[in-house]
Nanobody, 122 residues
Framework: QVQLVQSGGGLVQAGESLRLSCAAS??????YGWFRQAPGKEREFVAA????????AYAGSVKGRFTISRDTAKSTVSLQMNSLIPEDTGVYYC?????????????????WGQGTQVTVSS
């Protein structure tokens, strides 16, 4: 059975940093992604990484501020978030995909983490 356990998140001020982590049990997957959902809005793509060649993709709104990475020894994927702004506020979800993408789409992912709240105050 696949389980994704997320950690990190919290309340910070604009300009500060946070790090989210996602530990996947059961097996490795083709790709790992991070999505977020603000109140009243649809879930949106943030970042993704392929496990085999560590290719990455980012939403335009976070490019240059967020970095996704993987730790093969720990089977974890992390999202380092720097220079946070209030628009980054939302529930962040880790997800894994067994397919071939596109990894920017919600529908490409098979399993999801429980979500973690990130709140950025101005």
């Amino acid at each position: 059975q696949v389980q994704l356990v997320q950690s990190g998140g919290g309340l910070v001020q604009a300009g500060e940093s946070l790090r989210l982590s996602c530990a996947a049990s059961g097996r490795t997957f083709n790709a790992y992604g991070w999505f977020r959902q603000a109140p009243g809005k649809e879930r949106e793509f943030v970042a993704a990484i392929t496990w085999s060649d560590t290719s990455t993709a980012y939403a335009g709104s976070v490019k240059g501020r967020f970095t996704i990475s993987r730790d093969t020894a720990k089977s974890t994927v992390s999202l380092q978030m720097n220079s946070l702004i209030p628009e980054d506020t939302g529930v962040y979800y880790c997800a894994v995909s067994r397919g071939m993408g596109p990894f920017t789409r919600v529908a490409s992912y098979n399993y999801w983490g429980q979500g973690t709240q990130v709140t950025v105050s101005s």
